[in-house]
């Protein structure tokens, strides 16, 4: 989302996760921005398994 709260763009994972290193498992998202503006965005992470949900949110910024 931008700051605004437009949605900017959308991934869904719903691959098994893989290797990440160190032994552990888990995914790694590559998320093509090149069609947004310079500026500050928010991404919504959220994951569940089972009945358990995780979420996060963390702000990022595209710099042209």
Do not use: H, Q
């Not at 310079?38 to 990022?60: D, M, P, Q, W």
Request: no cysteine; hydrophobic share 40%.
């Amino acid at each position: 989302y931008d700051l605004a709260g437009v949605l900017a763009g959308e991934r869904t994972v719903a691959e098994a996760p893989g290797p990440i290193g160190n032994g552990a498992v888990g995914y790694e998202v590559s998320w093509d921005a090149s069609g947004l503006a310079s500026g500050t965005y928010v991404a919504s992470i959220e994951a569940r398994k089972g009945k358990e949900t995780l979420k996060a949110v963390k702000k990022f910024a595209v710099v042209r």
